[in-house]
């Protein structure tokens, strides 16, 4: 079974400062996707980015960028110039690729990293 | 293209009632999804269809029924509601094809008294 684990359950950061949020997932695929969803105080689930597992290549998106260790199973997350509206919970998540075994498309989420962006 | 649609956006039962969450998409995605996020933690998966219907247990089905009679619905059934379902329930949608962007409606917030 997969797990994800955030070790962070809050943190904070100065506007337009840069902060890394942390993530570890267990695993015994070889191909895989992992995504970091943002929630807002609205509730709704936005993704913020996806890393493909055979892809060395870390993503990035805008500010938002990955640092993806695929052997220490590591996939964190780096916020640069932080702005007041990305205080949310952040969420990593994992899902099989679909050509996995059993891959459902369903997705396992940490338990989420609070982020609060401080003027 | 309204997405994914969750109704209601808030609901108070008491203990043993029934009540149905609605869920539709109008992306024609094959797959969907109900998860329920409690305080603190991460979204945990409840049901899931790969397909009209096609409905399988996710981690946490007991207490919940589902159904899917057609590609955009995908109701999410409490029988007997208990304190422990207080929680906010999501609905969400993919296609698994190459992308494999997971869509979620706004979510529910449901509380058992």
């Known amino acids: 079974a997969q797990t994800v684990t955030q070790s962070q359950p809050e943190m904070s950061v100065q506007e337009a400062e840069t902060v890394t949020l942390s993530c570890t997932y267990d695993t015994s695929e070889n191909n895989y996707y992992l995504f970091w969803y943002k929630q807002p105080p609205s509730r709704q689930m936005i993704l913020v980015i996806r890393?493909?597992?055979?892809?060395?290549q870390n993503a990035t998106e805008n500010r938002f960028s990955v640092n993806f260790q695929k052997a220490a199973k590591s996939f964190s997350l780096k916020i640069s110039d932080s702005q007041l509206g990305d205080t949310a919970m952040y969420f990593c998540?994992?899902?099989?690729?679909?050509?996995?075994?059993?891959?459902?498309?369903?997705?396992?989420f940490g338990k989420g990293t609070k982020l609060s962006v401080k003027p | 293209n309204a997405g994914v649609t969750q109704t209601p956006k808030f609901r108070i039962l008491k203990i043993g009632q029934s009540m149905t969450l609605q869920c539709t998409q109008d992306?024609?995605?094959?797959?969907m999804y109900w998860y329920r996020q409690d305080p603190g933690m991460g979204l945990k998966l409840i049901y899931y269809s790969v397909g009209a219907g096609i409905t399988d247990k996710g981690e946490v089905p007991n207490g919940y029924n589902v159904s899917r009679s057609t590609t955009e619905d995908f109701p999410l059934r409490l029988e007997l509601a208990a304190p422990s379902q207080t929680s906010v329930y999501f609905c969400?949608?993919?296609?698994?094809?190459?992308?494999?962007?997971?869509?979620f409606g706004q979510g529910t917030r449901l509380t058992v008294v």
């Open positions: 969400a949608s993919t296609t698994l094809n190459d992308g494999t962007e997971a869509f």
């Open positions: 890393q493909e597992a055979y892809k060395q």
């Open positions: 998540a994992f899902m099989k690729h679909k050509g996995a075994g059993g891959s459902q498309g369903n997705l396992i």
């Open positions: 992306m024609n995605h094959n797959y």
